[in-house]
């Protein structure tokens, strides 16, 4: 899990209002892993299922919307 109490001690963090530049990549970061592990976790099975093309299209998604804001 992420600590997210160095966030709130974090003046740039502060300033920004939520997160500054640098700790918004590491939090981004932490949810794209998560993200990940749980896709890696789902069963051969699940894979011709709906929720696991659900799963990955919103993956590729996210991935799109991050590359294009960093
Ligand atoms: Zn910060």
């Known amino acids: 899990m992420v600590n997210y109490t160095k966030y709130l001690r974090c003046t740039e963090c502060q300033k ?10 590491e939090v981004e970061m932490s949810l794209k892993k998560r993200a990940i592990m749980k896709v890696l ?8 299922s709906p929720r696991y093309r659900h799963v990955i299209k919103g993956l590729l998604e996210s991935y799109n919307m991050w590359n294009t804001s960093l």
């Open 16 to 25: 920004a209002g939520l997160y500054c530049t640098k700790h918004r990549v």
């Open 41 to 48: 976790q789902m069963r051969d099975d699940d894979h011709q």
